[in-house]
């Protein structure tokens, strides 16, 4: 699992809060978990909320509460292990407290506005920088070029549903059934023209007598926005219009509402600013009005010349220009077949565009890249059937590859066959055989009382990867009737003549051992070096019996205090896999991962014990250490363990 912690410095509900709500809604919640953070309390977290998502609110109220917002994502993304911060917008408070924290960080920049040098700070120490429109990108490098690699474009999503129901705006409001409705939707902000539209109805009336206006939307909460309103309405009844307005304030059912509409204009500004131009970054009412198939006139600003063709999709007019932002709406009133075809276009082209699920593939294959996480639909995780994978390790050729969602980890692409056989010759149990003969026949006895703990009696026990086959001479002194499979030629030539104990040579999967089923199956230290340990299970579920007992013994991806130590003592990571190791693991496994595929192999964990098969007395001072911090923490972190099993009825 990636952790993502969302940011979103508002909690008011504007464009940038519904594409963000729509990412929490449908990212892939089998590999990303997520948090979020926002600035103020308000109608977006409850709506996060709804989601089942947490929200915390680290509110800003004064100059030094920028400091303790740094202080408190700093410290949250320690506490729940953050892997990735996505910021809603550029917040430097946030990307600073992710650069301390050492975590990647994202930007979504949603709209032009006059940059300074936090923006800058913020672009410049991100990982990447998603943009709403190529206007946007333009927007910030004109004035820093030099950043232009860190953007992407990603074209907003905007939600699709089908079946979209009008409100009945005529009842609700009063208005004659003839009225021709014309809105505004968005918040009550200066830049979005408002005062234009309210310039442009007195011409409009005059061209479509039964126009009636709708400004649909809450005020902008900051200084400038908050005298708005008033001087709009000011305006409106300055022009003698009181009768033709209608604010319907904030809607929740804005889909609803707009598909209610005859016409949706948008009059955005050019706003010049101190330090520059305040633009439409990408119009996201353009799109919602084509998904309702209601035609938009729209000025001709920053993203919405990218959304909408002109006389195509939508009408554009120049900025700031009532005279033609009327002509535009009188034009799609009065031309029948023009608006029928802008209303076709226009829709096709939002779905083509602007769906969600392309939306999402291209926004979570941005977090992988940035994450260093693998998609391959090809080859699914063979215990969770996931399709995203972290890279554990990269070394001559090969990766070790982890299931974000699982923790089973493989070695990929898997090492030729030669190099297995060549592995496995003589040499590898030469040490075995003569050195260590003493202390592993210590190990095989203190195991043979495990396996025997299950059972009363002695029957018939199968060991898959005998190896030389000293577990198996001593299981069949102890009264099993014993039988073995290895993949080493060697080993099997030594078993049979040597030891005159039946054995198979080859892989489990391909050897057929006769239809008399075992009651004890062990495996000990074979699972990680098999292909594919899901299959090697699963045959074992087929020759095991009913009330048999399997015991699997690998080593342990989390042996934490191993990795520690190792680091300590020779000056670098212990690493999982390279072909010129004597053990060539392929596979690596946690307690979670294993029970994962014995699950599904048709097996019911019973323990997951520790093992502590060993023969040095490092070993023995080690698991000592493990045994202590296994004790206090709970977790299992010694190099090794053993899982035992019994076969699940088949239902
Ligand atoms: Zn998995």
Not at 228 to 244: A, P
Request: glycine share 8%.
């Amino acid at each position: 699992m990636k952790n993502i912690l969302y940011v979103s410095p508002y909690a008011h509900i504007g464009g940038g809060e519904l594409s963000l709500l729509a990412i929490l809604k449908n990212l892939n919640r089998e590999v990303f978990k997520v948090e979020v953070v926002c600035y103020e309390e308000g109608q977006f977290v409850e709506r996060i909320k709804e989601t089942g998502i947490t929200c915390k609110v680290i509110k800003r109220n004064s100059f030094f509460s920028n400091f303790s917002i740094v202080g408190s994502i700093y410290w949250l993304i320690r506490k729940k292990k953050i892997n990735l911060v996505c910021v809603n917008s550029l917040d430097i408070r946030a990307g600073f407290a992710a650069y301390l924290a050492g975590v990647p960080f994202l930007g979504h920049l949603r709209i032009i506005f006059p940059f300074a040098w936090p923006d800058f700070l913020f672009v410049r120490l991100s990982a990447r920088i998603m943009a709403v429109s190529h206007a946007v990108v333009d927007g910030f490098c004109a004035h820093y070029p030099q950043l232009r690699s860190k953007f992407v474009v990603l074209l907003n999503a905007v939600e699709m549903p089908l079946g979209i129901i009008p409100v009945p705006l005529r009842d609700e409001f009063g208005l004659s059934n003839n009225a021709w409705l014309i809105g505004m939707v968005g918040r009550i902000d200066p830049y979005k023209g408002h005062a234009v539209f309210v310039d442009a109805a007195r011409l409009i009336k005059k061209g479509i007598p039964e126009a009636v206006f709708f400004i649909v939307g809450e005020e902008a909460h900051d200084q400038e926005g908050s005298h708005y309103v008033s001087v709009l309405k000011e305006r409106i009844t300055t022009c003698g219009l009181s009768e033709s307005f209608v604010f319907s304030g904030f809607r929740q059912d804005i889909m609803n509402v707009i598909s209610a509409l005859d016409t949706v204009v948008i009059p955005s500004l050019e706003l010049k600013k101190k330090g520059g131009v305040l633009k439409e970054g990408f119009g996201r009412v353009a799109v919602e009005a084509a998904v309702c198939g209601v035609p938009v006139v729209a000025s001709k600003v920053g993203g919405l010349k990218e959304i909408i063709q002109d006389a195509v999709t939508g009408i554009l007019v120049s900025a700031d220009n009532p005279q033609e932002l009327a002509e535009g709406v009188v034009t799609v009133f009065k031309d029948k077949e023009k608006r029928l075809s802008i209303i076709h276009e226009a829709r096709k082209n939002a779905r083509l565009l602007y769906g969600l699920s392309g939306h999402m593939r291209a926004l979570e294959g941005i977090y992988c890249s940035v994450l260093g996480i693998k998609q391959d639909n090809d080859n699914p995780c063979m215990a969770c059937g996931n399709t995203y994978f972290g890279r554990l390790e990269q070394d001559s050729g090969y990766e070790v590859l982890q299931c974000v969602r699982c923790g089973l980890s493989y070695v990929d692409p898997l090492p030729p066959e030669e190099l297995l056989k060549e592995r496995y010759s003589r040499d590898y149990y030469k040490p075995w055989l003569v050195r260590q003969r003493k202390a592993r026949v210590r190990m095989w006895k203190r195991r043979i009382k495990i396996v025997n703990r299950f059972f009363n009696n002695a029957g018939r026990l199968l060991d898959v990867g005998c190896g030389e086959g000293l577990f198996l001479e001593l299981s069949k002194a102890d009264g099993w009737d014993v039988t073995g499979t290895e993949f080493s030629s060697f080993a099997v030539h030594y078993i049979k003549e040597k030891l005159g104990i039946e054995a198979y040579e080859g892989d489990v999967t391909d050897i057929d051992v006769g239809s008399e089923k075992f009651d004890a199956v062990t495996l000990w230290h074979v699972l990680e070096h098999t292909k594919n340990p899901l299959e090697v299970l699963k045959k074992i579920r087929d020759i095991i019996s009913d009330n048999g007992v399997l015991i699997v013994a690998v080593p342990n991806l989390n042996n934490k205090i191993s990795q520690v130590i190792y680091r300590f003592l020779k000056g670098k990571r212990l690493h999982l896999f390279s072909p010129a190791d004597r053990e060539l693991h392929l596979v690596f496994f946690t307690p979670a991962s294993i029970r994962m595929v014995l699950d599904k192999a048709g097996f019911d964990v019973i323990e997951v014990v520790p093992d502590y098969g060993c023969i040095r007395w490092q070993e023995r001072l080690l698991n000592s250490v493990n045994r202590l911090f296994y004790l206090i923490s709970g977790q299992m972190v010694f190099d090794a363990f053993e899982v035992h099993a019994r076969p699940r009825e088949r239902g």
